[in-house]
């Protein structure tokens, strides 16, 4: 199958806007070893700078945050606790915004997610989380400052979903209040949201 990038003017809404037009949408990684992608099921918005849960908190700009200082559309990728992450930069030029996508739907590629993430893993297991989608898409730190509207890490059109759900973040303790902000967004009852 082939795919075609979304239009760099998709990521030019708000953060909050841009985390729920996500969902649907298929991310998309192709590598030496074939393409993998999937449907977008989970995302986060992180609003720096007054967002405590947010890397870029307090305008704090370093090497690790300098990408999210600059336009929309673009790869944030960093490692936690030895697991890399994606972010869609988001926001306005100088306002160091982001949407985690947490967890995909697989679509094409899924022998080659096997391949990534171990044969005896479960289907379900493949993308249901932030590390594991990008292990199974071959997404990697260097990735870091890629557009996301070219080849060959992007965005693509998706597919229609049903209700979303919202609620608070996952996994941000001692953040005073942004622990309780309603900023994940999620496709209500799909099997691939993380737990």
Not at 38 to 49: R, S
Not at 81 to 96: A, K
Not at 140 to 154: H, S, T, W
Request: hydrophobic share 35%; glycine share 10%; aromatic share 10%.
């Amino acid at each position: 199958m082939v795919f075609q990038p979304l239009s760099y003017s998709f990521f030019q809404q708000p953060t909050l806007s841009l985390a729920r037009a996500l969902l649907g949408k298929l991310l998309v990684k192709e590598t030496e070893l074939g393409m993998a992608s999937g449907w977008i099921v989970e995302t986060e918005a992180y609003i720096g700078p007054e967002d405590r849960a947010a890397h870029g908190f307090g305008n704090r700009r370093t090497k690790r945050t300098e990408v999210m200082f600059g336009p929309p559309g673009y790869v944030y990728t960093y490692v936690m606790h030895t697991h890399c992450l994606i972010n869609v930069v988001s926001g306005e030029i100088g306002c160091p915004e982001a949407v985690l996508i947490r967890a995909l739907e697989p679509c094409c590629g899924i022998d080659l997610m096997y391949q990534r993430r171990g044969k005896e893993k479960k289907e379900l297991e493949l993308t249901n989380g932030p590390g594991k989608l990008t292990k199974s898409l071959g997404i990697v730190k260097e990735d870091y400052g890629r557009a996301m509207f070219e080849y060959p890490l992007f965005i693509a059109e998706g597919k229609e979903i049903g209700p979303i759900a919202v609620g608070p973040r996952i996994g941000i303790h001692n953040r005073g209040e942004a622990v309780h902000y309603p900023w994940r967004f999620w496709v209500q009852d799909n099997r691939f949201v993380s737990k």
